[in-house]
Every structure is written in structure tokens, then in C-alpha cells.
């Protein structure tokens, strides 16, 4: 279970959000652009240290006081791939694993290298790739370690959208099976709403609402957030 309530100054508002998810659900952070998902999502995972508030991730305090990040287990998609150069896209992939670690997951890293078309790639340097296999590569990082909290911003950012379809169904397929807990931002409606059952609609830092997708749909809080989830 994740409980968090991360507190953060910025320069035109401070976030102030409570997040709270069961173990093994998936819940969204949507919301315009620059309102403070992203900032929510940094201090949950320890990129960035919070004001105040607290964060808990199955009874153990990830904040305060900072948790150091590698006893966090905690996958951090950013919108940024943030692979190493230097190294072969394999390399990348299991970065982090240690020996036995190495030992006991190469069937899941097969499957991540397979169900992330990684395999034509899977020998190449890191720097030689393209933005969108970056990002596949990035998530199948991610993933290797089998994290018990996922989070994930914009995670589709730069895929073609017939591969966005094919990865929604195996992230939802994999949360299923390593029953891990998600929190996830998408600036678009329809690829959250299917990752996600449930969001918190953010503005300017707060919480306007929290519910199943359906309702928020149905009755959304503000107008904003009416117009944000209009059909175009």
C-alpha cells in the first residue's frame, strides 16, 4: 500500500496532494500541463526530497526522513529515458540486477525483450537507438527488477500508437501477475483511463477529485477538469 502526502513548493503554487492506493491497484494523476503531477510523482520515488507531509510504502517510511533510493522498491519511469551511452541496450536492461538476481530473472528479461520488441536491438549501444526504442528500453529497466510500486510519467511518450496499445495490455497483464502498485500520468485521457480505473484530478497543486473514471467522467468537479475530459 502506498500512502503519501507530498508537500512541495513551487514557484507559482505549492503541491499539496494525499495519495493513497491499495496494494496492486492502479490509480491516475491527470490533470493540464504544469499543475504538479510530475513534482508529486519525483517525491514519492526520492528524485526529489518534499517540504513536508510523509510517504510510506508498505508500512516502511520512505519519508521523512529520506529513504536512500536503492532501498526503495520503487520503478521510476520519467519522461526522460535516461539510458547509459555508453552501454549496450542489454546491458541497460539488467543495470541493477545483482548476480543472482541476474540468474533468477533472465526468463522475465526475455519476456520484457520480447513483449518490448527489444530483440533487434538488444546489442546495440545505448546512443546509436531512436527516442521511442529509448523508451521501450527504459521501461523494460524498470520492470526488471519487479518493483512493488510502479510509477510511471508519461510513460508512451514518443511510441507509435499501435505499440501504445500492445504495451497497455501487458503492463495491465503484468501488474496483474507481480501484483504490483501503479500510479501512473498521461497527458491523454483514454491511454489513462485504461491503465488506471481510478484518478486524482490535480489543479495547481491540489486535488479537485478522486474517483473511478467513470465518475469522473460522468461529474467532473470543476470546469476545468469538465474540459479536459471532453471529447474532441
Known sequence: MLDAHVVKARTLFTVD????????????????????????????AGAETPDGGHVTLDGVALFPPPLPLHRRSIGYLTQDANLFPHLRVAENVRFGLTNGARDESESWIVELRERLQLEPIWHEPAHAISGGQARRVALARMLARKPHLVLLDEPFSGLDRHLVRELLGAIARWQKELGFTMLAVDHEADVLARLCPRAIAIEDGRAVQDAPWADLCAHPATPLLAQLLAPL
Do not use: D, M, Y
Request: overall charge positive.
Open 17 to 44: 496532494v494525499g495519495v493513497r492506493i491499495a496494494a496492486g491497484e492502479a490509480c491516475g494523476l491527470f490533470g493540464a500541463s504544469g499543475v504538479g503531477k510530475s513534482t508529486i510523482l519525483a517525491c514519492i
